[in-house]
């Protein structure tokens, strides 16, 4: 049965932080808030633990997850993209509502990318989530807590809705404010393209990036 936990996003209880992370060491997924809509994640080099995701949600094989990170340095072995872009939209929008799609690292695990040579990357802006990163040690795997081609939940009772016992933690922070999911830009295309437009105003992004181009 599916654990829910009310827990504080702004000062978390640390004891629900080191319950997460125990769940992630242990190769299951978890159900989280973030700064867009609620998120399901798990350890992004446990082979096993992504291809849950895949089974829970009822996910397109072909469709990779993305990676949440808590500390722009973990960057340097997901890829080794070191372009002034990459660095540039980090400094900005990292942690923010951004996902910034790479080239991943020849060692980067390809279950996760769905055995493509990109990776996308973001850092939320929600205590929470970071916290419990920081404290496992390692980015995590990650999509939306829906089922495919459902709308994203707007909160923990609608994650527990979609996916039932079907992950091992809710973490209930309360509704997301706007339930827009992040922007993704592709920075391996010369210019960079917007894959998805969300909550990251277009407008913003392309400010930013007409200052280095």
Known sequence: ?????????????????????DILKKGGIIAFPTDTVYGIGADYSNKRAVERIFEIKDRDSRKPLQVLIADKNDLNFITKDQSHILHRLADRFMPGPLTIVIIASKDFPRWVTCGLDTVGVRMPANALTLRIIKTFGKPISATSANLSGRP???DAQEVLEYLGDKIDLILDGGP???NVPSTVIDITVNPPKILRYGALSEEELRKELEKWL
């Open 1 to 21: 049965m599916t654990t829910v936990l009310k827990v504080d996003t702004n000062n978390p209880n640390p004891q629900d932080i080191e319950k997460a992370v």
């Open 176 to 178: 997301t404010i706007d």
């Open 152 to 154: 994203d939940p707007k």
